[in-house]
């Protein structure tokens, strides 16, 4: 069994940054698809952005483009989401996800996935 596992959220200023992480257990992240997804108060989960097992592949949502970066390091079991230029609007509870190998990695930013983490909050507000 898969276990996700974030960190690395906080309270930041608007303008500011942030770096999640997400660290996997359970099976090498080089056989999974990882995303993250955030839901606001009141609102939807959404996707943010994924990266495909071997990093090939990176999408992200049209509102955190030039701003947001998914990375990761297969030899640390470890997905990272850097936020610059936080606003806001990126307030929300983030989640980390993971699809399997098999499955198509563009699957991810369609809430197709099967793995989650138990999410980390993010607050930008000053």
């Known amino acids: 069994q898969v276990q996700l596992v974030e960190s690395g959220g906080g309270l930041v200023q608007p303008g500011g940054s942030l770096r999640l992480s997400c660290i996997a257990s359970?099976?090498?992240?080089?056989?999974?698809?990882v995303g993250w997804f955030r839901q606001a108060p009141a609102k939807e989960r959404e996707f943010v952005a994924s990266i495909s097992n071997l990093a090939y592949n990176t999408d992200y949502t049209d509102s955190v483009k030039g701003r947001f970066t998914i990375s990761r390091d297969n030899a640390e079991n470890t997905v990272y989401l850097q936020m610059n230029s936080l606003k806001s609007d990126d307030t929300a509870i983030y989640f980390c996800v993971a699809l399997q190998l098999t499955k198509p990695w563009a699957q991810l930013a369609r809430g197709a996935y099967d793995y989650w983490g138990q999410g980390t909050q993010v607050t930008v507000s000053s």
């Open positions: 359970g099976r090498t992240s080089d056989h999974l698809h």
